[in-house]
């Protein structure tokens, strides 16, 4: 073969990515541009395969033939509500990839670790194993095999910052003076391991949306180094695109939530409620008496509405609700009412999360809005239904500085005439803080599974 | 003056610099409706790392390589197929009024 035809290929295979993602921008494309990410892989595999001086054909296949398997039957079976640790497994098997390759070139090439060989061996292994048990337990938090609750020790942020500089020291020493030492390699890739698992427990589960988007990034950010172990430019193309999607969806929940990355990191948001913080009902408000409505109530108030918006939070996602939602709202449609969906950025344990669910239950994308999108309707909507969503739609966000939500951008559901909240109890959401929204005088609270709510409604309006 | 012979790692290190910031335009145009598939999409293209799997699984007939690179196909194969095919499942289901 031509010495750089291989090169070429991976040059093509390198812009079908970049053109792959760029075709996500409208729903109508995307189809067609994850199918061209997916040729992409294949191609860039399989010239590697065949230029690469392979010995031992069995284990290769082997080991497609197993992780095909695996891939086929979790990406089958899992549920749409599932996605968020579905996506937190698949980061973790990409940053255990690269640990794997990484160890596996140092074995490889041992004879002829440079300096540079050795740097950028550790880092692809470092950043690896950190993605993988931080991935694993994201996906544990997400999955509830552990509790979802930040986990804070005395002296965490210390703990974390020294085995950081101890590997990061650590690291530096051994490419300088002890690059062949294999005791070195695997301590670091330990120490690697205990970080990653330490950087996400102090994490709670709102703040998953930020942590799965960092998890990406760093799965990318491996594989980079990996590229740079291999002298492979298609993985330092392609890890970068990781790396930036992951930092660009990072940086967007963050300022969807109005904090920054750091104290989404550090600040074990979600623990305990501050003291004095939202106990009142925002500035000159007092605690009113919480009032339960009936179904019956909120069916008079559809009879007479024409425009509805729905706000599905992280609730919808655990009660299973997307479907009866979709129900309530094609008998709303057939009644004549406008119907639209106002999605927050941070709504659900994902970036999109809500999307997705509302778009297996059959919603057409376009009745899906973004907060810019829809914010401003409010004012002129009769009814917005609030199923599962919470702190996204407090507005102590706006009127209450001791708040710890306190400017977060909100979606403004106070400000429509009826605002119906499905609500399984009166507990605050998961930052710990009480809603206010609760309390308004135009506010409709229904208690009771979501699901079941719902179903109810939509059968007393099937029988008006 | 710059070197005529740049050498290896620092063309990666041009290529790193510039493809994050392509990446970074490219998906910032990006809908936040289709952000779970983008994320789980480019969570698949983040399996490229099977590319040096293939290679630490096959190199060799050492028993020590041939575990480790198994171990890394598996992993890298998962994040592939698993990847592009939820990520598929999930914008089929996108539809149009």
């Known amino acids: 073969m031509y010495p750089y035809t291989l090169d070429l290929i991976y040059l093509v295979t390198s812009v079908m990515f970049i053109i792959g993602i760029k075709m996500l921008s409208t729903p109508a494309a995307a189809t067609r541009g994850n199918y061209l990410s997916a040729i992409a892989m294949l191609v860039t595999v399989g ?92 996906y544990a938090k997400l999955q509830e095999l552990m509790p979802g609750r930040p986990m804070l020790f005395r002296g965490q942020h210390w703990i974390n910052l020294i085995l950081l500089l101890v590997t990061l020291g650590g690291g530096a020493y051994m490419t300088a003076y002890d690059p062949l030492v294999w005791n070195w390699f695997f301590a670091l ?21 930020v942590v799965i988007a960092l998890l990406n990034s760093y799965s990318g950010i491996a594989v980079s180094f990996t590229g740079f172990v291999l002298n492979n430019n298609v993985l330092i193309i392609a890890g970068s695109l990781v790396g930036a999607s992951g930092i660009f969806l990072t940086n967007a929940m963050c300022v969807a939530m109005n904090r ?14 501050p003291a004095g913080a939202g106990a009142a009902a925002g500035p000159g408000g007092d605690i009113g008496a919480v009032k339960a409505y009936t179904i019956e109530d909120a069916v008079n108030v559809f009879e007479s509405a024409q425009s509805v918006i729905f706000v599905p939070g992280y609730g919808m996602a655990a009660a299973q609700a997307q479907h009866a939602v979709r129900d309530l709202a094609d008998h709303l449609q057939q009644a004549g009412l406008n119907v639209r969906y106002a999605i927050h950025p941070v709504a659900g344990r994902m970036p999109g999360h809500m999307n997705v669910l509302l778009a297996e239950a059959n919603v057409p994308y376009d009745l899906l809005c973004d907060m810019e999108q829809i914010n401003d309707d409010f004012k002129n909507t009769d009814v917005a239904v609030v199923v599962g969503a919470n702190d996204v739609v407090n507005p102590a966000a706006n009127d209450d500085p001791g708040s710890p939500i306190y400017g977060m951008p909100i979606l403004n559901v106070e400000q429509t005439r009826t605002v119906m909240v499905l609500k399984r109890s009166m507990n605050p959401g998961f930052a710990g803080i009480e809603n206010a929204l609760f309390l308004r005088d135009n506010t409709m609270m229904l208690f009771g599974d979501a699901k079941a709510t719902l179903t109810k409604l939509a059968e007393a309006l099937k029988h008006r | 003056m710059p070197s005529d012979m740049l050498p290896l790692y620092l063309v990666g290190l041009y290529v790193l610099v510039l493809s994050i910031f392509v ?33 630490a ?24 197929v698993g990847g592009y095919m939820v990520t598929d499942r999930m914008l089929r289901m996108f539809k149009k009024r």
């Open chain 2, 23 to 55: 990446g970074y335009e490219v998906i910032s145009k990006v809908p936040p409706l289709l952000h779970t598939p983008l994320m789980s999409g480019t969570n698949a293209i983040s399996g490229i790392t099977l590319v040096g799997a293939v290679v």
């Open chain 1, 47 to 138: 010239v590697t395969l065949v230029t690469s001086q392979i010995v031992d054909w069995v284990t290769i296949w082997a080991g497609v033939a197993v992780g095909t398997a695996i891939g086929i039957v979790a990406s089958r079976m899992v549920q749409m509500t599932a996605m968020p640790q579905m996506v937190a497994l698949y980061n973790g098997f990409g940053g255990l990839a690269s640990a794997l390759v990484a160890l596996s070139e140092y074995d490889r090439q041992h004879a002829a670790l440079t300096p540079y060989l050795t740097s950028v061996i550790l880092l692809s292994l470092i950043v690896g194993n950190v993605t993988f048990t931080g991935s694993v337990v994201a």
């Open chain 1, 189 to 209: 890739g330990a120490i690697a391991l205990v970080l990653g698992v330490l950087v996400v427990i102090p994490i709670g589960g709102a703040d998953m949306p």
């Open chain 2, 57 to 80: 699984a096959g190199h060799s007939n050492e028993v020590f390589a041939s575990v480790i690179g198994f171990l890394a196909v598996v992993a890298g194969t998962i994040n592939v």
């Open chain 1, 260 to 273: 920054s990355v750091w104290n989404v990191l550090f600040g074990g948001f979600g623990q305990t409620a």
